[in-house]
């Protein structure tokens, strides 16, 4: 009963995120400038990290426009293609779990 009632959660819980990861950041208005960043990279000064702007490519994205989306993170458009892939799977998963 217990690894039952893990399981459920750890589902609901990895779900939760990544929908509300990417409603977020549908929600977010790219155009504004320099924002609260939780980007460990510029906090220790670096003028370079691999991520930034991955947050923006993906709400361009969601505004439908693409070629912004990708001037702002060439991985923008792959990130949202992997992140509905696994909260597909999610879904899936947790449906066939509710109906056993």
Not at 43 to 70: A, M, Q
Request: charged share 15%; aromatic share 16%; hydrophobic share 45%.
């Amino acid at each position: 009963m217990v690894q039952t009632i893990k399981k459920y959660f750890s589902q609901y819980f990895e779900l939760s995120v990544w929908t509300g990861g990417l409603l977020a950041l549908a929600l977010m208005n790219p155009a504004t400038g320099d924002h609260y960043s939780l980007c460990i990279f510029k906090w220790f000064g670096f003028s370079f990290c691999p991520g930034c702007g991955l947050g923006h490519s993906i709400s361009w994205l969601f505004r439908g426009d693409i070629v912004r989306s990708f001037n702002e993170h060439p991985l923008g458009i792959l990130a949202v293609v992997v992140l509905l892939q696994r909260i597909y799977t999610l879904v899936k998963k947790r449906t066939v779990f509710l109906t056993a």
